[in-house]
């Protein structure tokens, strides 16, 4: 697939470039974002370049991962790197979403509103028929992001997530079409309730 540029109300969202690599690595020098994601920690300027290598153009057109850089900005305007957001191909109808904050810019649903533009358009768009997001149990402010963009929290998976070398549970939770009012290329029956 082509890389593609999203805008929402606030956020523009485009492809990672080598341009971003020192934004990045001024961002995943916080703790937290160490703690929650699966970043190198420490985090040198070499993993910077090499990540905004790995998921531009390249990942992009073999439809193994698309890497969103969301910035500050509408209608083309350009300001500063305020989140990550990457989507990873599980297969012709499932997706994967992860995210990350820079410390500066959190609590201002910048998060929320990336993840919900980017789904909108995994949705219309490529044809996804489920987004699911993980995060480690204890994630609070990642879990938060993702129901404000509208995913319903399904469960607690155990030993689901490799944290540098080491099982943790997760938490995952999905998206559907329908739960933002669109259409799916495909049909949905859900379990009935009460069902073995």
């Given at each position: 697939m082509e890389p593609v540029t999203l805008a929402t109300g606030r956020l523009l969202l485009r492809p990672f470039a080598p341009s971003d690599a020192?934004?990045?690595?001024?961002?995943?020098?916080?703790?937290?974002?160490?703690?929650w994601t699966l970043v190198p920690s420490p985090y040198e300027r070499a993993h910077a370049e090499a990540w905004v290598t790995h998921v531009s153009r390249n990942a992009w057109l073999e439809d193994?991962?698309?890497?969103f850089a969301v910035r500050l900005g509408a209608q083309g305007a350009e300001g500063p790197l305020v989140a990550a957001v990457g989507v990873h191909v599980r297969g012709p109808q499932g997706y994967e979403?992860?995210?990350?904050?820079?410390?500066?810019?959190r609590g201002r649903g910048y998060v929320a509103?990336?993840?919900?533009?980017?789904?909108?358009?995994?949705?219309?768009?490529?044809?996804?028929?489920r987004l699911e997001w993980r995060a480690a149990v204890g994630n609070a402010a990642s879990r938060a992001a993702a129901e404000k963009a509208g995913f319903r929290f399904e469960g607690t998976?155990?030993?689901?997530?490799?944290?540098?070398?080491?099982?943790?549970?997760?938490?995952?939770?999905g998206l559907l079409p329908s739960d933002l009012g669109l259409p799916s290329r495909?049909?949905?029956?859900?379990?009935?309730?009460?069902t073995p």
């Open positions: 020192e934004e990045v690595h001024a961002a995943c020098q916080d703790p937290e974002i160490q703690r193994r991962e698309y890497g979403i992860g995210y990350w904050a820079a410390k500066e810019h509103e990336a993840v919900a533009g980017v789904a909108r358009w995994l949705f219309t768009e490529v044809g996804a028929g998976l155990r030993g689901a997530l490799d944290h540098r070398g080491t099982l943790r549970d997760c938490w995952v939770a495909l049909p949905y029956l859900p379990a009935v309730s009460g």
